[in-house]
C-alpha cells in the first residue's frame, strides 16, 4: 500500500497553477524527497495533502482512503513553515498545549517520548524563545510526531541550518522511518542533503511533477562531478585534460566528471602546478586555498 496517491491535482490563484495536474505516490516507509526551486509549487501541495487548502480538482488519497477521512488524518503529522509556538513559554509547555488540543492521553509520557526522538530530552524547560534555529525545527517535528503518526509531512526543515544541525535532522528522520515505521515526505531544495538519506524522489517544477524516481534510479541517472575555478583556467583545464577523460568549463568553473574525491584534483593539480613552491608551509597552504575552492556536485546525464 502506498502512503500517498495523488492524481491530476491541481490547486490555482488568480487564475494562476501553483500546482498544475500533478501526480505523486509515495511508498509506505519511505523517506520521500520533494525536491523543486523555491515558488515551484511544494509548499502548496504539502498544504492541500494536509487540508490546508481546498483543492480546485484531482484526488488525494492516504493509505488508501480519501484525505478528508477523519481516521486517516489523525495519522498524518506536519510542519509547514514554522511550528506555531509561544515564544515565551517553555518547551515542555508547547508541547503540552499541543496535546491538550489533540486530546492525548497520557500526555507527560508522550511529550517526553517525542523529545527523545528529537535529541531534546534535556531542553524541555528551556523557553522557545531561547532556542536555535536548528532546536526550534526539532521542537515542529516533536510536535507533529505527538500522537504517533504513520506519516509525517516537514516544508524544507533543513532550509537554514548549520552542517551540525543538517546532521542531526538526517539522523533523526532515519530513527522516525527505521525505528517507528514512519513514512516521511520532506520538501527542500537541497539536493545534496537529500541524496543522503532519501529512499523516494519527486521533482516538480512550475507545478508539474517532471518525474519520479527511486533512489538506485536517481544514482544511474545522475553524474557526478568535482568543480573547481583559479585564476588560470586555461591552464587548470589543460592539466586536468592531461589525466581526466571530461573536463568541461560550465558557469564559471572547471567541472571534471565522474570524480567524486575533490582531494585527488587537489593532489594532481599539487603535483603539476605546484613544484615552484619551495617552502613547506606555503605548498601546505597553496593546497588548502585549492581544497576549499573545490566542490562536488550531482547533474543528470
Known amino acids: 500500500m502506498n502512503a500517498i496517491e495523488i492524481r491530476n491535482l491541481s490547486k490555482s490563484f488568480r487564475g494562476m497553477y501553483a500546482v498544475d495536474h500533478l501526480n505523486m505516490t509515495v511508498p509506505q516507509g519511505a523517506i520521500y524527497g520533494f525536491i523543486g526551486e523555491n515558488g515551484s509549487g511544494k509548499s502548496t501541495t504539502e498544504k492541500l495533502i494536509c487540508g490546508h487548502l481546498v483543492p480546485d480538482g484531482g484526488d488525494i488519497k492516504l493509505f488508501g482512503r480519501d484525505y478528508t477521512d477523519p481516521g ?6 506536519a510542519l509547514i513553515e514554522n511550528a506555531g509556538c509561544f515564544p515565551g513559554s517553555s518547551v515542555y509547555q508547547n508541547l503540552m498545549m499541543q496535546c491538550i488540543n489533540l486530546g492525548i492521553e497520557n500526555a507527560d509520557e ?16 528551556l523557553k522557545f ?22 506519516l509525517l509531512i516537514l516544508d524544507e526543515p533543513i532550509n537554514g541550518l548549520d552542517t551540525d544541525g543538517m546532521r542531526i535532522m538526517r539522523e533523526i528522520l532515519v530513527d522516525i522511518t527505521k525505528k517507528y515505521g514512519c513514512t516521511v515526505l520532506i520538501s527542500s531544495h537541497i539536493l545534496g542533503e537529500l541524496e543522503k538519506i532519501a529512499t523516494h524522489y519527486g521533482i516538480i517544477r512550475q507545478g508539474k511533477m517532471i518525474m ?18 583559479t585564476k588560470d583556467m586555461a591552464g587548470a583545464k589543460a592539466a586536468l585534460k ?7 568549463e560550465e558557469g564559471g568553473y572547471l567541472r ?5 574525491d575533490a582531494a585527488a584534483i587537489v593532489d594532481y593539480l599539487m603535483k603539476k602546478a605546484m613544484w615552484s613552491a619551495r617552502s613547506k608551509r606555503t605548498r601546505s597552504a597553496l593546497k588548502n586555498i585549492i581544497l576549499n575552492s573545490c566542490r562536488r556536485g550531482r547533474t543528470n546525464k
Open 72 to 77: 486517516v488524518r489523525v495519522r498524518v503529522g
Open 110 to 125: 508522550e511529550i517526553r517520548r517525542v523529545l527523545e526522538i528529537v535529541r531534546m530530552e534535556d531542553n524541555a524547560n
Open 129 to 150: 524563545k531561547s532556542c536555535s534555529l536548528g532546536m526550534k525545527q526539532r521542537i515542529g517535528i516533536a510536535m507533529a510526531l505527538l500522537g504517533d503518526p504513520a
Open 212 to 229: 519520479e524516481l527511486s533512489a538506485e534510479e536517481m544514482d544511474s541517472r545522475a553524474q557526478v562531478f568535482v568543480s573547481l575555478k
Open 242 to 248: 592531461a589525466e581526466f577523460d571530461a573536463v568541461r
Open 256 to 260: 571534471v566528471y565522474d570524480v567524486e
